[in-house]
């Protein structure tokens, strides 16, 4: 038997007592998980220093080598995340609707436990206690798949995750590592229908797109976010230039950053030329249309590809729209339902696009950078959902969970 | 340009439409499709006389020709059932929360129409009708595939509820049929993501399996049921006898029906022999274990085959447990999680039972038959789902949508 079968199968077993286990059992083992990672970091982080050691090696790039990379402050800070999780609702067993029937049938709807969760993630070690924890504080079990660069890192920490689970009420097989480095071993997830209940990817576009095109068993697809921004003529400049730059570089590799400003052409001229001015300040490319390049002398023209590609990085695509209308039909060619923003003082121009635009967030005067969990107040985040299907934007505890319906009856047949 | 992706963006376009529609516009469309299909019936009926003579002459069996067969009683129905959508609470646009952040940003969550959905169903005319009209109800565009045999009555049916809708405030458009008979139209919408937001199997194992093994675009997977009665010791044996024979015969042909019966070896023996005979009677055939075949000798040997099989059709297995945790273990194994009953007067064994077993619907003292849409008092029913994600057990309009956040601010960015 393969190992993926083998601890799908292990995970599925666990996922039945897990579906037992009381939210005070739950929340303690989380509680021992976080002390664990914290009296055991000195091997978390020698662990590391084999995978950031191979990563230099292999001329893995500043910016991978720096989310694998740990030390004792964000070994305190994952563990720190694991005693916020413990913290939150419980959302299983919350009763959700009690419908009483004519024939004396009284059915309730119930918060359960998803079952059994395959998540398929880079290399970045705080997915792991991160995905451990919120899938044991919903009842599931979690098959763990990270990035093969944080291989070392991942099993320290799945082992002293299982050393912490030892000592709780939790069964430790909640908890899976799968150490196979090969692709394969991914897809073999993604068709383990029956084993797993969902599989969760996070990570780059190519990742996701993998596990989107192959996989048989149910998906939350998240992640790529190519968000934009429109600025409507008579829009307050100040606020504007606020958000727009807000929503680029405050942290341009993240999903919910802009990759495409969309400016009214009767938007005030020289705030236009001050706001291109302080993108090109901010060390950020700028490619645009004809317009663009007649204010912005630095700015490249920007190609059909441009408009269509997350760049994650410091470029930013400009374009010039003459209406509402154009800006709608642009977003609707080229975004990803993920986060859309117009900025306006007129309602009527806001309402419409609030409406109108298909995203899982859109916003009215305020920076897409707010598309996340804990700035919506979840208190947690597994991903940002760019499906439409069972989540949609930033998740949570609750998109972890499944519901079930129970009927308690007097011996009611039907006729 | 394929039909099916012609269709496809046909749909899409008009589902950009149905988002801004009002619920009075919807229901006032509902109306006149149903009016119209009235008034039409006798051309609609012709056209099934098309492919009634063509299912005969290819040796269609009774049953699926009487499923393919109209009437007018049953275009009276079919047409009722628009009626009875078009008085159900319109669920886009409900407001499901409100989140007021520290920083004055305002979140709220919306209901709002999936978008497209891709209908893939048998040679069932009554389906079309009722996925168009679930469909637009919801404010969604749908893309029709329904089975071959069918095809002259779904071609006749959908130019009719197209004459209504042009008569109405919806685009005629948001309701598509694929005409192309070939497999290869099915499997390429399988795959169209972008265009597609989901896609609903409705129908047989085989056309079910197809699509969740194939599909790229979210499926809401629908239907295949192994659902399991569980009698326990000391239950009442007229409540027992009552719903298991319920369970089986009432109408063995659909999702809900038991398959397999399991008895407490300590239940009453006179009343299993009764009981045993009573489905004989009904011309059951019984498949069991040994016990069975001790205590009916018109009984055969079940194999391993047989306890993973979903008959639709008048054969039951039937298997003596020494405890519930031997019925919950072949639950667990065979089950297909839809809906399974337990059924006794011990409530710590009905606790455990409706807790620990794994599906849509757990039942205590009442028939696995009533996992339904209508007769959970939804009003209306797209099919009943057997996986986790989504929606979960009998689909009414609900699972039908999204949602959106909204998202209003002063010109909050973050920090």
Redesign the interface.
């Known amino acids: 038997m393969s190992e993926v079968l083998q601890k799908a199968k292990l995970a599925k077993a666990a996922s ?1 007592q897990m ?2 286990v009381s939210t005070a059992d739950k929340n303690e083992a989380l509680l021992r998980m976080a002390d664990h990672l914290i009296t055991s970091q000195l091997s978390i982080i020698q662990a590391n220093q084999l995978d950031l050691d191979n990563g230099r090696k292999n001329g893995t790039s500043s910016s991978l080598l720096d989310r694998l990379a740990l030390n004792e402050k964000r070994v305190a800070e994952i563990a720190e995340g694991l005693r916020q999780i413990a913290q939150l609702t419980d959302p299983v067993g919350t009763l959700l609707q009690t ?1 009483d ?1 004519p024939n004396g ?1 009284r ?1 309730e709807q119930l918060r ?1 436990p ?2 059994v969760i395959g998540m398929i993630y880079e290399a970045r070690p705080n997915v792991t206690v991160d995905a451990a924890g919120l899938c044991l504080k919903t009842g599931n079990a979690v098959v763990l798949r990270g990035g093969s660069a944080a291989l070392h890192t991942n099993k320290r920490i799945v082992e002293v995750l299982h050393e912490a689970l030892e000592s709780s009420a939790l069964p430790k097989d909640a908890v899976q590592l799968i150490e196979d480095a090969d692709r394969k071993s991914v897809d073999e997830m993604l068709k383990l ?1 029956g084993w797993l ?2 599989v969760i990817p996070r990570g780059g576009a190519s990742l996701i797109q993998n596990v ?2 192959n996989a ?1 068993v ?4 998240t992640g790529a976010g190519i968000c934009h921004t429109y600025i409507d003529q008579g829009a ?1 400049p ?2 504007a230039t ?2 727009a ?2 929503a680029k570089v ?1 942290r341009p590799s993240v999903c919910n950053a802009m990759e495409t400003l969309l400016i009214h052409q009767d938007y005030d001229q020289a705030a236009v030329t001050e706001l291109l001015k302080a993108f090109h300040d901010a060390q950020v490319e700028l490619r645009g249309c004809e317009r663009t390049l007649q204010l912005a002398p630095y700015a490249k023209q920007a190609t059909e590809q441009d408009y269509a590609t997350e760049y994650n990085d410091y470029i930013l695509n400009i374009r010039f729209v003459s209406n509402l209308d154009e800006a709608l039909a642009h977003i ?1 060619r080229y975004g990803t339902k993920h986060s859309e923003c117009i900025v306006t003082e007129r309602s009527s121009e ?1 309402e419409r696009f ?3 635009v ?10 897409t ?3 996340d969990g804990f ?3 979840f208190g947690a985040e597994i991903g940002i959902s760019t ?4 989540a ?2 930033p998740m949570g505890l609750v998109p972890l969970t ?14």
Chains 1, 2 share one sequence.
Do not use: C, W
């Open positions: 039945i579906n037992r419908i029937r049938i059915i359960v998803l079952g229908n209940d969902v989107v095109q048989t149910p998906v939350i697809e307050n100040e606020m606020a958000i730059l807000n405050q609707s806001a609030l409406q109108e298909d995203a899982a967030a859109v916003y009215h005067n305020a920076s950078r707010f598309t700035e919506f107040g499906q439409k299907l069972h949609r934007g499944s519901t079930k319906y129970r009927v308690t009856g007097q011996g009611q047949i039907r006729s």
